[in-house]
């Protein structure tokens, strides 16, 4: 039962453009969303997070969109750098003390 | 330098032949967990640590076992490992459980087992 899940297991984009990738939940008692971020090789690291009683929340290029009701978040990248090519994975918690349960990841090329 | 170690990086095994992937943590980190990485079904937790001597099951415990004797260290065991535990292993620690506590991932282990 994959209570969270990134529809979407690749994205290309070019330089320069908007990257929205994108993430779905279905467990209602999550209140807390993570992006991480994973290089080749490499493990992952903390991107940008949200918690549920905020619908918006930025960090640089980088802003996570939450639709509590639609159960879904969005990871915005503005604008797209090559150094941005990476596989991204969404993560929620319930609460901030409870374990991280992460989706499936997807995979952002940003071409030139 | 605040980091999370594992080793090996890379581990090719025959079924059957135990072994163990080390990890370390230099950060005082209350909390540690190991998560395993397969194609289409993303981060799977497999044990988790609260602290010193306090582990439990994540989601995926079969085929594994852990110890938690050191604060530092949390080594995950495979007994008798099989070709379905062939997979890209991370080690993570933080402050304390939780999605309001940054994880932080050693690099991965890279495991096969024919």
């Known amino acids: 039962d994959q209570q969270v899940k990134q529809n979407s297991p690749s994205l290309s984009v070019q330089e320069g453009r908007i990257s929205i990738l994108n993430c779905d939940y279905t467990n209602s008692m999550f209140d807390y969303f993570l992006w991480y971020k994973k290089y080749p090789a490499e493990g992952p690291t903390f991107l940008i997070s949200i918690s549920s009683i905020k619908d918006k929340n930025e960090d640089g290029r980088f802003t996570v969109f939450l639709n509590k009701s639609a159960k879904h978040l969005s990871l915005h990248i503005v604008p797209s750098q090559p150094g941005d090519s990476a596989v991204y994975f969404c993560?929620?918690?319930?609460?901030?003390?409870?374990?991280?349960?992460f989706g499936t990841g997807t995979r952002l090329q940003v071409t030139l | 330098e605040a980091q999370v170690t594992q080793n090996p990086r890379y581990l090719i095994t025959v079924t059957g032949k135990k072994l163990t992937v080390t990890c370390s943590q230099n950060m005082n980190h209350e909390y540690m967990s190991w998560y395993r990485q397969d194609p289409g079904l993303g981060l799977r937790q497999i044990y988790y640590?609260?602290?010193?001597?306090?582990?439990d099951k994540g989601d995926v415990p079969e085929g594994y076992k852990v110890s938690r004797k050191e604060k530092r260290n949390f080594p995950l065991i495979l007994e008798s490992p099989s070709p379905n535990q062939t997979s890209l292993y991370f080690c993570?620690?933080?402050?304390?459980?939780?999605?309001?506590?940054?994880?932080?991932f050693g690099p991965g282990t890279r495991l096969t087992v024919t």
């Open positions: 640590s609260m602290n010193v001597e306090v582990t």
């Open positions: 993560a929620a918690s319930k609460g901030t003390a409870s374990k991280l349960t």
């Open positions: 993570a620690s933080s402050l304390y459980q939780g999605g309001g506590y940054e994880q932080y």
